[in-house]
């Protein structure tokens, strides 16, 4: 495997582990009102754009099959967008330094 291609794949596996931290945090049902969930949340927001897709599912429990399903969903856009975050950078590498041996 070329390096480009390992540095796209980290980039995929930490997606996929930053979707894995949510689910974890989240599956452990924290208390809504507390500041720490507010603010995981909203992390979770940023560093996972498809959990927006399930923002209005207020009736999926922690703890429920479709809990699991929602987070292996997200988890799944999260490698792709992660993916094509890391061949974007090893597009950016290579075109500087193409440049720069020039």
Known sequence: M???WRS???FALLGLAIAGAFFGYFETDPPPASSMSF???GASLVLCPGSLLF???FDIEPQ???FVVM???IGLINVGLYAVIGAAYVGLRKKRDGVATS
Do not use: E, H, M, P
């Open 39 to 41: 603010w995981t949340a």
């Open 71 to 73: 987070w292996l969903i």
């Open 8 to 10: 796209i794949l980290r």
């Open 2 to 4: 070329s390096k480009d």
């Open 64 to 66: 429920t099959s479709a």
């Open 55 to 57: 923002v209005t599912a």
